[in-house]
């Protein structure tokens, strides 16, 4: 009773007391709780939908049967034949591109026994209008819908398997074998009898295998952005330290007066911890609401980005669990409740006589500057140290935790920054009429735990968005020169439809035959590309005619010399991979990567590993011949196609368009394509953008915060210049100075800090996450404008408190102290 | 030497002809009914030295903030350097303050983070007068403290931040001085030395000196003494 007796007048009451300054700090965690719950909120929906949806069709499935490159038709007489109770169905998955509606996942089953019919999913019902009795028309086929399976948030259609193996030409071939125990069947017993009748290069495995399989590729990515979304609470982190000290520096007499009544040392730091708890869970759980609101904005971006790079998979819904309501309110209250011990334990600390006396009242802060150093020091050797460890479960947890030291140096350099910037800057601020730049330095410095914690706070926000800003240029730059010396060719061929990761619909096998036969076409390189499984995770096989490729160098290698790396590949079990698939599996030229093709495992040698930004799954090539040797009948996937020189490309595609208008292809040139791909790039790095900007708002919202709360604490200094004869525009400028100073500040410790978490991005966390090489290339004029707009937006956040210091009474302000 | 163009077409000129400030018939009633001026009349004319006396809450504050047009008359009329201070803007008030008045607290009101002298030169910097350094110089000397220049306040004795208060209350000129309770937080041998200041700055500036105080030493260097009650004036010395 007593406690909450307490808790109203001391923790409530002084809240409520400055209302604008509990919204702006409330909002702050708001903002950064929601951050981090909408990432995962909506990283969950755009991510956990791989699962096909066809257990309502088929029922339930206890396992599946799936081979590299497909499973060969006539397995599934030799399973059908066991002695065990278990069903055994045929299943082709592909995507299939609908006219001017987009794409959908095409099933073909052995349940459908018409060739004319199809079933559709509720979701690609309501997504293209479709109803029963409609026709559809599928790679130039026509199907009735026969019936609209409902409870589906993905889009499928399914169709008759032998009409779906027409559809695509993938005669004899199925994409995998659903395995359905029936009840009382021993299903150990019946995996181990299925494992022994399909070739050993076969695999069986639980249908949630694949999705945990899906999952566990996608993590790397997962864990960046639910790591660039700890920013925001970061920042949010520094904020909260920094109003309960203020909070503690306004209250010193209150507290004095508390001791001398009796409360205890532990008491007073209740009433601070629980203010801040008090922030944390009002700030959580709007911040809960606002999450659910974002992850619906970002769950197209995350998807975009999932299904350009790592695998397809439709979005699903945006779904807040209980647990993961109460995950973010602990998150939000802990961060509050932490960032705010150390000012409490200093409050807590406060002798009641020292507190009462009028002129402790002014901002004593105990720095320890040159401790501080010592430990900013000890803080970049640990992060320089950490930076040189490998992955850990293929995350880069000791390059995050590096970036959590360089953060934490550059903290504890702050207040020394800031003091040795103000005294440089001496001479300049005196040269601002009016005063203005003289008091704003002088109270900024004076009061330098506060304003080293906001600058602090900016800083944090403002290095990440340099860091991210380098680390995305520079990969842009270099993904641009990779795609000049990687794309050559004069007009690429793909089946039509939207690109997604991880699909590669076949072209039919006269395509190849057509094109070379066009007028004015010169080479040709085929590539069969499919997704195959290694070492537990999906990568994609590739074939080419190596040939071509090496008379084009159209590839780059890590080391060793292009011509005789590629003439080693034709006639024998060689294969060169993607430098990300060099460094997922620590592949080395020379290694020998054993490969499940088809019915065979086929051992090749690593000839080479060369650069590719294309793909995050990483890619194992070998030249088509050898492909062929394992599986004759992969279909073509992509053409390259050289045109003669002399001959018009615009007029070969124009004939190209013409001679394969009824193929279902897409004719792209050169420069389309790589238009295609930096957008690609560019949608990929929109949520990282997304984030950033939150991270600046929340930054913001807090140097607002922190300049009010320095206006009020010095209404009487304030209201002393008035009586000296200060005008409305010198009040204003001085506490726009003193933004501005504080932008310029964060500006430059930001910057600092930013340019070496960037190298820390590049070269350590990338390369950990997706093992991708970049070169640097630091976007200077970008990051000047972003700097400047930062900038701007920081003395744009001294608007506010400028104005409350304009109408402050100087009567009152000098004579209630 | 300083900017009047504030001050310029204002109309309200004085009749009272050499009284620095001039209060007729003054009434102040604050927001909930309180009287703290209930018709108080003074000149207080150029080089003389007047104190107000009395208990506290009887008035001497709010009449003190009217001479230096801090605060504003509910009835009657305040004159301030010839000015009507009721029918100022606040761009014409600041200017009047810039100019023409100084002002002296009891707690100092020493910006702590600026140096003795850069407290000096603030309403010179305020007022964008030239000769900032070479005035402030001036009226450290003038208070006897050059040594303290560099000095920033926690680092002076009372006496010596109330001496710097003063130096900088005088560095332009004023023609009023206000000083609310100058010795009240003063030891007896500061305090004195506060005084021989107040009483030089009528002497050789000219200033009208206008003083709240409850000290019988500081009433005794005034050339009037006012003592009020009740928001009146109960007799003058």
Known sequence: MKTLALARQFVLRPLRRDKLRTALTVLSIALGVAVVI??????????????????????????EVTANGGVDERIIANLTALPVNAKFAAVIEQHVTLAKAGSVTLFGVEQLVDPAVAVVSSDAADRFGWKVDDSIELRGRTFRIQKVITGQNVGWVAIDIAAAQQLFGTYGRLDRIEVTVDPGEDAAAVERLVRATVPAAYEVSSPGARSEENQRMLRAFRWNLRILSYISLLVGAFLIYNTIAVSVVRRRAEIGILRAIGVSARGVLAIFLGEAAMLGVIGSAAGIALGRLLASGLVGMISDTVNSIFITSAPGTVAVSWLSAAVAIATGTSVAVFSALIPALEASRVAPAEAMRRESREHQTRLHVRRDLVIAGAAAIA????????????????????????????AMISPAFVSAVIRLLRAPLARIPGAAGLIAGRSLAASLARTSIVVTALATAISMMISVGIMVASFRETVQVWLESQLRADLYLRAAGQPSAGIFPPIADEVPGLIASTPGVGDVDTFHAFTFRYEGEQATFGAGVSDIVRRHSTLRFLSGDADSILRSLPGQDRVIVSEPFSNKHHVRVGDVLRIALGNQTAAFTVAGIYYDYSSDRGFVISDVGTLRKYLPKQPVTNIAVYVSPGADAQKVRRELDLRLANYAVSVAPNATLKRAAVEVFDRTFAVTWALEGIAIVVAMLGTANSLLALVLDRRREIGLIRYLGADDGQVRR???????????????????????????????????????????????????????????????????????????????????? | MFDNKNLSGVVGVTKSGLSAVSIRDVRKTYEGGVEALRGVSLELPAGRITALVGRSGCGKTTLLNMCGAMDFPTSGVVEVAGLVTTGLGDAALTGLRRNKIGFVFQFFQLLPTLTALENIELPLLLAGARNVRATARERLDWVGLPEKADALPWQLSGGQMQRIAIARALVHNPAILVADEPTGNLDTASGDLVLKLIRRAADEFGAAVVMATHSAEAAAIADTRVRMRDGLIESVE
């Open chain 1, 38 to 63: 909408a990432v995962d909120l909506a990283g969950d929906a755009a991510t956990g939908s791989f699962q096909s949806s066809m257990t309502s069709l088929v029922g339930k499935v206890d396992y």
């Open chain 1, 383 to 410: 992060a320089i140290g950490l930076s040189q460890f490998g992955p850990i479960d293929g995350r880069p947890v000791l390059g995050y935790l590096a970036t959590l030291c360089a953060v934490a140096s550059a």
């Open chain 1, 734 to 817: 001085m506490v726009l100075t003193e933004a501005a100073l504080v932008g310029l500040l964060a500006a430059g410790l930001g910057l600092m800090l930013g340019a070496a978490l960037s190298v820390e991005l590049i070269y350590v966390i990338n390369r950990q996450s997706f093992g991708w090489t970049i070169q640097f290339h630091p976007p200077l004029e970008l990051l000047a404008g972003a700097l400047l707009l930062v900038w701007i937006f920081t003395i744009a956040a001294g608007i506010y408190p400028a104005g409350i210091a304009r109408k402050l009474q100087p009567v009152e302000a000098v004579h209630e102290e």
